[in-house]
């Protein structure tokens, strides 16, 4: 008797471990693969991860680890910026990071947290344009605390960028320095290549047709380094709307210097231009609209603009042809 009551309470109590263990099993399932915070997939995680922001920073970070680190860009072509804000797998991304390269300066302005966690984990994370020599960076109009973050506009500023980034590779790998290190002087002198050719073909233009108009003030650094004066209709972010007023002091500006073309840009809305058209046609000035410049953002990966080099070389091109300077290679 005292024997079949001990096999029941044995049988009764197996069965609670195995209801039990079924139970922890299953409710463990939910919280083992919580799917919206996995890291995403990766194309070579056999390699250092490296996120960097824009797609001109991870151009540069790209050029400096070469295959030693898969870098993965959170913003795409054609997105603002200014406008930015990480999504929850920019976070993962982020978090998952074992360094991270930002434009810096006020650029990613909706970044939120993120790149201070990664910060007080102790990984690298590096704003590459306050690498920058400080009295060589220009300050905001509107703002005089604050610098103008479009450096990348600037090929002999842009070159100054590779060395920092190179730094921070050779701490986390320090047995590949040397290829870093000369990575980055390549990348450094290809810049000053691209600077000459930037040179000659904003040079072209006559004197008095030097004068970029265009939808927010992203071209200052590359006016400063090439002679142009320049005016951008919202201020050096985005997220400033331009006024009426701005609107019809540019337009009074640009008809009585008989300026021939405004350039929109890939991430930024056309409205403004169009307004400074209509402005100018109705003051008997025509004012055309060019090829849209590359701002804040490059070209898609597989065109020739997809890269930094060929994102500054389109602008210079397209600039130097549609305000009468003479461009090698051109059909007009
Ligand atoms: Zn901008």
Redesign the pocket.
């Known amino acids: 008797m005292l024997h079949r009551a001990t096999s029941i309470l044995v049988a009764v109590l197996a069965s609670f471990v195995v209801l039990l263990t079924v139970c922890l099993v299953g409710c463990d399932r939910p919280a083992a693969r919580p799917t919206v915070n996995a890291t995403p997939p990766r194309e070579h995680a056999e390699l250092p991860l490296l996120v960097a922001t824009t797609p001109m920073v991870a151009d540069v970070v790209r050029s400096v680890a070469g295959p030693r680190a898969e870098v993965v860009c959170l913003i795409g072509p054609g997105v ?3 406008l930015w804000t990480p999504t929850r797998t920019d976070v993962l991304r982020i978090l998952d990071a074992q360094a991270v390269f930002l434009n810096g300066l006020m ?1 990613e302005g909706r970044v939120g947290d993120a790149f201070a966690r990664v910060e007080s984990m102790g990984r690298p994370v590096l704003r590459v344009a306050q690498s920058i020599t400080r009295t060589e960076l220009l300050t905001d109009p509107n703002r005089a605390s604050y610098f103008d ?2 450096v990348w506009m600037d090929p002999a500023l842009w070159g100054q960028t590779a060395a920092p980034v190179a730094d921070v590779l050779s701490r986390l790998d320090p047995t590949h320095e040397g290829e870093f290190r000369a990575n980055a002087a390549l990348y450094r002198e290809r810049a000053a290549l691209l600077e000459k050719e930037c040179e000659q073909l904003i040079a072209s233009i006559p004197s008095e047709h030097r004068t970029l108009v265009s939808a ?3 071209f200052a650094y590359f006016g400063r380094r090439f002679g142009l004066t320049v005016y951008g209709i919202q201020g ?3 997220e400033s709307e331009a006024s009426i007023t701005d609107i019809e002091h540019l337009v009074a500006e640009i008809s009585a210097r008989r300026v021939p073309t405004a350039f929109v840009e890939t ?1 930024v809305s056309d409205r403004t231009i169009r307004a400074l058209v209509e402005g100018c046609a109705a003051i008997g000035h025509q004012l055309k609209i060019g090829e849209p410049l590359f ?2 953002s490059m070209g898609r990966p597989d065109t020739p603009e997809g890269n930094w080099e060929g994102m500054l070389r389109h602008n210079a091109r397209v600039i130097a042809a549609s305000l009468g300077g003479v461009v090698p290679g051109a059909s007009r």
């Open positions: 603002d910026p200014h650029l973050p479009h927010h003030d992203a050096l972010s985005t991430t701002s804040d």
